[in-house]
């Protein structure tokens, strides 16, 4: 049977002019970026396996080096891949903790009505706390914190989230 690829995180941008590129990991355990060594970038449906070289991190983010990638003009069209890694190599959240891609296509329901806000469409980092990008049944998009003030119950199997919003989140985007 073929093993599944995972979505783990994305690349950003090119970065200098070895063929870096700026990304994003959907794991908060420290030193997740040691253990990977061979990834699957796919952008608008066409996918490449790529061996890793080194990753190392600037500004908080982690900045990848592909073999075979050596100049800007071999990383630019990598700019904007979701990064894939095989299901045996993903790393299982703790307790309490969930992976971005288990919270995309969530419902985000209002805790108190029970009315259903809108669907999970991706989680955004920033710095703070996790984004979660929402779209609402009329086509807006709202971006909700992940956080436990917000977020009181989250079923990742179900794909349900049910929040708790600050009175005029819904009205600010």
Partial sequence: MEEQWIQIGRLYRTRGL???LTG???????GREDTLKELTLEREGHRRLVRVE??????GRPVFKFEGID???DAEPLEGSVILAPESDVVQPDEGEYSHAALVGS???ADQTGVAIGVVQE???YGGPPLLKVQTADGREVLIPF???ICKTIDAAAKVIRVELPEGLLELQ
């Fill in 18 to 20: 070895r063929g870096e």
């Fill in 24 to 30: 994003e990991l959907d794991s908060q355990k420290p």
């Fill in 71 to 73: 100049s800007i003009n």
């Fill in 147 to 149: 956080a436990r003030e």
């Fill in 107 to 109: 419902q985000v329901v």
């Fill in 123 to 125: 989680v955004e980092e």
């Fill in 54 to 59: 080194e990753i190392w991190r600037h500004g």
